[in-house]
């Protein structure tokens, strides 16, 4: 006999057979939706998310009340049913009426919900469901803030379920979930406890209960009488099929509420499970089922590409499956519970996970704020606990952040925000352990040494450090000395890292990266960096990148305003290099991959040589070059490194490694013969910049820049960089333009750009902004002497073309703004080259780009 997998019933077919079923369907289609105050109403479907738009355009995006209709019809054979709907989340708090009455409400935006509507309902008429929904800030419903988007809707699927009047239960912290526990499990036998509560019981019920093993075998079953609520079933698997990512095998249970007088089912639960067994030590690292196994994979936010939030399970699959066949086998549900797809699919697929509730950045002292914590902890664990891909069950993340940077908080306030945060530690390490002692707790910590002073480190089982050296604090090499200075004062802690990696932008390509640039070359080296630090300890239990994918963040405003670029793959999941490097370092099968699928176009000076990376798990990479020259390389930290002298034009590579080949184009420019072939297309300069910027829209590259010696390039100036630690240029939203890497980078205190052009006819076009927030507008003519002196943030400055003077007194900040992109063309004709000069007059020059063409 199989397994049961869906429970459910056709509409149309429900009449006289409903007894026999509980019918689970879903009611996503057309909702009528108002926004706001709003009186106008559009046509929806779910899941829906009202801020899938409006987070990527200012920053700001609608926080408050989304309000959904919908009229549906109850057939009169459900009068004798209980009916009710379950949510599988809504942000943040919901309520939901029923011809006009309040049938329940939930606070929480992450976990589900169900509400029987049965003495609301009209049977064998339409009713009016009416569900409000709000994502408000409130000071009493974590998060509080975080770096995502807290995008407000109904973004996972609505059911509408029918059952008996006895029935599993539904309603409550569990949403219909029965647990199923594996409190003794080894290699020869598995103790499985189910348990679960039944409605309106009586002495006409009985349980039946099966167990199928992988296979689809019976190796368990019992029939028993319901003479109470509740339920408590106590069985035996020998020689169970253990569960592990390399072999991830899953039982399946399946109980069902008999009538013993007419033997027919008038309810059913269904759900799978695994056996498994694990510990972490804090001297050896993870174990799974006896076996050490280094935790190694991603943390992954919910939303997608123009969806926000509101993804289909199709997505939330090719996204894990993305996951796995990259290698990981671990990974972390940042920062809240997702969709019960993805744990579904963890379970099927073999990844080990850590999920957790939105406690971040800040707790607020309130008891409200503490009980709203405390059940969506117990939620979570309750809806989830089957689940043999969990292991950690988290509930805070960088709790002292907003502390340790807020400069003017007093000490008193300091004081009593460490008390209430480690109070509410406290608290949800009670509940977490209450409800589940066979898994682990953690936290994740942000590098500063308050949460060991503090006390709050000490609490959970495990704590997972958010790391991000040489990004937010400098040095790669920093990170293996934290890590051993931690393990030495806390022997007896097991650690892990549950967040590091930097920025990248697919546009941003370069030989020599650097911290900031938001190149991919700067983000494989902090990963292969952090993975051989992290893999060479034993102690460590292993490590989750952050991210998995690109995702909003409507306070970002890096080289993609708006979104957290750390991601493996983009936000519409087009994977980086980084992503094919873990391929590389973590799978078995034979693989061998070219980087620079965003670098296949390279401008090299005539004397240079066309360096690649060859990313490849064998222990030697073979480079065939245009089907005949052929080079091999050793394999380091998964990286086969070729340097290769290729003539001008286009070229075709191929990487073969064992059975694994892959091939690549590349075409060569030499910079030394731009300015002789300007009529077959323009020169752009990325000036200010060590990376080549590639415009998705138009494919044109802005080539890196360069000083002048012969042909083209800058004289005088400095790179601007806001930091000198951190950023190349400035990260701010850049105004009136998508290309924002072009103008966040710049050239200040430049005294001309020169192009040795044969005579003729051309348009320059002179690319800047306002890197200066607090720029002055002044016009120095305006100005005595003394005021042009003590005037800050003043600049003005000539340029002039060839000697003709073509700006007086440009001041960006007066005729444009600030951080807002500007672009000024002039058409020039010449005999002997071109010279743009930048005379300042106060404050220095600066400039972006430059794009020259032949007329």
């Known amino acids: 006999m199989k397994p049961i997998k869906y429970l459910l019933i056709l509409f149309l077919a429900i009449g006289p057979y409903l007894h026999a079923q509980r019918l689970v369907k879903t009611v996503n289609s057309a909702w009528e939706f108002q926004l706001g105050n709003s009186n106008s109403r559009k046509t929806v479907n779910i899941p829906h998310t009202w801020n899938a738009e409006d987070a990527f355009t200012d920053g700001q995006y609608f926080r408050g009340k989304g309000i959904y209709h919908k009229e ?110 594996t409190p003794e499990v080894n290699e020869n036998m598995a103790r499985v406890v189910f348990e679960g509560k039944v409605v309106n019981p009586n002495e006409n019920l009985k349980l039946q209960l099966k167990i199928w093993d992988p296979s689809g075998k019976i190796v368990s079953e019992l029939n028993q009488p319901v003479n ?18 390399e072999n991830p095998q899953l039982y399946s249970l399946q109980a069902d509420l008999i009538d013993i007088r007419t033997g027919k089912t008038i309810d059913s639960f269904f759900s799978k499970f695994g056996c498994r067994w694990f510990k972490a030590d804090p001297e050896k690292g993870f174990f799974l089922n006896g076996k050490p196994l280094k935790l190694i994979g991603a943390n992954r936010h919910q939303d997608f590409q123009n969806m926000g939030n509101a993804v289909p399970n199709s997505i939330h699959r090719k996204d894990y499956e993305m996951i796995k066949d990259m290698g990981a086998n671990f990974i972390r549900t940042a920062h809240y519970p997702q969709d019960p797809e993805v744990y579904r699919i963890c379970d099927e697929l073999g990844l080990l996970v ?73 608290k949800l390490e009670a509940e977490t352990k209450k409800l589940d002692t066979s898994r682990l707790s953690v936290m994740a910590l942000h590098g500063s040494d308050i949460y060991n002073t503090s006390g709050i480190a000490d609490i959970p089982d495990v704590i997972g450090w958010n790391l991000y050296f040489g990004w937010y604090s400098p040095g790669l090499e920093n990170l293996g000395k934290f890590l051993d200075e931690q393990h030495k004062k806390y022997p007896e802690r097991p650690i892990l890292i549950s967040e590091y990696g930097p920025g990248s932008d697919s546009r941003i390509q370069t030989n020599d990266p650097k911290p900031w640039d938001y190149s991919e070359a700067y983000q494989l080296k902090s990963h292969v960096s952090y993975l051989n630090q992290v893999i060479e300890r034993d102690y460590m239990l292993g490590m989750a990148a952050w991210n998995f994918a690109d995702f909003g963040s409507s306070g970002r405003q890096d080289s993609r305003p708006f979104i957290n670029q750390k991601g493996l793959v983009n936000f519409d999941r087009e994977p980086k290099d980084v992503y094919y490097y873990y391929k590389a370092r973590l799978t078995k099968e034979p693989f061998v991959y070219i980087a620079g699928k965003n670098q296949e176009t390279r401008y090299i000076s005539k004397d240079s040589l066309v360096k690649l990376k060859v990313f490849s798990n064998s222990d030697q990479v073979q480079l065939e070059i245009d089907g005949s020259e052929k080079k091999e390389a050793q394999v380091k930290d998964n990286i086969a490194e070729f340097s290769l002298e290729l003539s001008e034009g286009e070229h075709r590579v191929t990487a073969i490694s064992g059975k694994a080949k892959y091939h690549r184009n590349i075409k060569v420019f030499f910079k030394e013969n731009l300015l002789e072939n300007i009529e077959n297309g323009p020169l752009l300069i990325n000036i200010g910049s060590h990376s080549d910027f590639i415009d998705e829209e138009t494919g044109e590259i802005w080539i890196s820049d360069q000083g002048f010696s012969g042909d ?108 807002q992109a500007v672009e000024i063309s002039y058409e020039v004709i010449t005999e002997d080259g071109i010279n743009i000069e930048f005379k300042p007059e106060k404050g220095k020059t600066i400039i972006s780009g430059i794009r020259l063409e032949k007329l």
């Not at 020689?239 to 592990?244: A, F, G």
Request: charge should be negative.
């Open 712 to 819: 083209f390039g800058y004289v005088g100036g400095d790179t601007y960089q806001k930091s000198k630690d951190k950023f190349q240029g400035i990260a701010a939203n850049i105004k009136g333009t998508d290309r924002e890497p072009l103008f966040q980078t710049m050239r200040e205190g430049i005294d001309s750009y020169k192009f040795e052009v044969p005579e003729g006819k051309y348009r320059v076009s002179l690319l800047f902004t306002e890197p200066n927030r607090g720029a002055s507008t002044q016009n120095i003519y305006n100005l005595t002497s003394d005021e042009i002196q003590s005037e800050k943030g003043l600049r003005e400055f000539d340029i002039l073309i060839n000697g003709n003077k073509v700006e007086k007194n440009l001041n960006l900040a007066r005729e444009y703004g600030i951080l």
């Open 354 to 426: 850590w999920t957790e509730v939105p406690v971040i950045n800040d707790v607020t002292d309130t008891e409200a704020y503490h009980q709203n914590a405390i059940n969506m902890q117990r939620e979570q664990i309750l809806q989830l606990y089957n689940h043999p891909s969990i292991v950690y069950w988290g509930y805070m993340n960088e709790i002292f952040i907003r502390l340790v940077f807020t400069r003017d908080m007093q000490e008193e306030a300091k004081t009593a925000k460490i008390k209430t945060s480690v109070e509410l530690a406290k």
């Open 228 to 245: 109470t609520g509740d339920l408590s079933v106590d069985l035996t698997i020998d020689d169970p099929k253990l569960w592990s990512p």
């Open 72 to 181: 549906i019809f109850i057939p009169e054979s459900w009068s004798e049913q209980a009916v009710f709907l379950k949510f599988e989340a809504a942000n943040q708090l919901t309520k939901v009426f029923v011809n006009d009455k309040l049938v329940g409400e939930h606070i929480g935006g992450y976990t589900a919900f169900v509400f029987e509507v049965t003495e609301a309902l009209n049977f064998g008429s339409a009713n009016e469901i009416r569900i409000e929904v709000d994502n408000s800030h409130s000071a009493d419903i974590p998060p509080l803030e975080a770096d995502f988007n807290f995008y407000g809707g109904i973004y996972r699927d609505i059911e509408m379920i029918v059952t008996g009047k006895s029935h599993f239960q539904l309603e409550g912290e569990a949403a219909g979930n029965l647990l199923i526990k």
